[in-house]
């Protein structure tokens, strides 16, 4: 599995809340990247990501510098492209509120025409400091859901 790429002051040792997902679509890489790489396609399968607008850069297939607002976890976010390698790297950086973020996404293919989706998220920010041991689990869970109905609606055949 590749390694995340850790912006300064974002990197897991630390960081109030840590977050590992991983999983699995039968689907192949490019489907599964023609879906991830569309933030306004988010909410039709992931419940925690509301109303993403573009700011700036390419929409509504994102690219490296593209940024984007959007409400996640009932919180408003604004979030930038830091890190895009087509059908492999996916990362973004962002907060709102005084909380910051890195969210990254690593994809590889299983060797059988599907896809081994892995995501890691850092939160930092003084209400993540607060609520980081009751937030991290949630955001684990959420997370997973976010992973596996990544993997199922690729797995449709349809394209956003």
Same mark, same amino acid.
């Given at each position: 599995?590749?390694?995340?790429? !850790?912006?300064?002051?974002?990197? %897991?040792?630390?960081? /109030?809340? &840590?977050?590992? +997902?991983?999983?699995?679509? @039968?689907?192949?890489?490019?489907?599964? !990247?023609?879906?991830?790489?569309? %933030?306004?396609?988010? /909410?039709? &399968?992931?419940? +925690?990501?509301?109303?993403? @607008?573009?700011?700036?850069?390419?929409?509504?297939?994102?690219?490296?510098?593209?940024?984007?607002?959007?409400?996640?976890?009932?919180?408003?976010?604004?979030?930038?492209?830091?890190?895009?390698?087509?059908?492999?790297?996916?990362?973004?950086?962002?907060?709102?509120?005084?909380?910051?973020?890195?969210?990254?996404?690593?994809?590889?293919?299983?060797?059988?025409?599907?896809?081994?989706?892995?995501?890691?998220?850092?939160?930092?920010?003084?209400?993540?400091?607060?609520?980081?041991?009751?937030?991290?689990?949630?955001?684990?869970?959420?997370?997973?859901?976010?992973?596996?109905?990544?993997?199922?609606?690729?797995?449709?055949?349809?394209?956003?």
């Amino acid at each position: 599995m590749s390694e995340i790429i !850790w912006p300064v002051g974002l990197e %897991p040792a630390g960081a /109030p809340i &840590y977050a590992v +997902n991983d999983g699995h679509s @039968r689907a192949p890489r490019d489907a599964v !990247w023609s879906w991830l790489v569309r %933030p306004d396609q988010w /909410p039709t &399968y992931y419940r +925690n990501a509301r109303r993403p @607008r573009p700011r700036s850069g390419p929409w509504p297939e994102v690219a490296l510098d593209s940024t984007f607002t959007w409400l996640t976890f009932g919180a408003p976010c604004t979030s930038t492209v830091t890190e895009f390698e087509p059908l492999e790297r996916f990362a973004f950086t962002g907060g709102g509120m005084g909380e910051v973020g890195h969210h990254a996404w690593v994809l590889t293919d299983d060797g059988e025409g599907g896809t081994i989706i892995h995501t890691e998220e850092t939160q930092r920010g003084k209400l993540i400091a607060l609520f980081g041991p009751v937030l991290q689990s949630w955001m684990r869970s959420q997370h997973q859901k976010w992973v596996d109905n990544l993997a199922r609606t690729a797995e449709t055949g349809r394209r956003p």
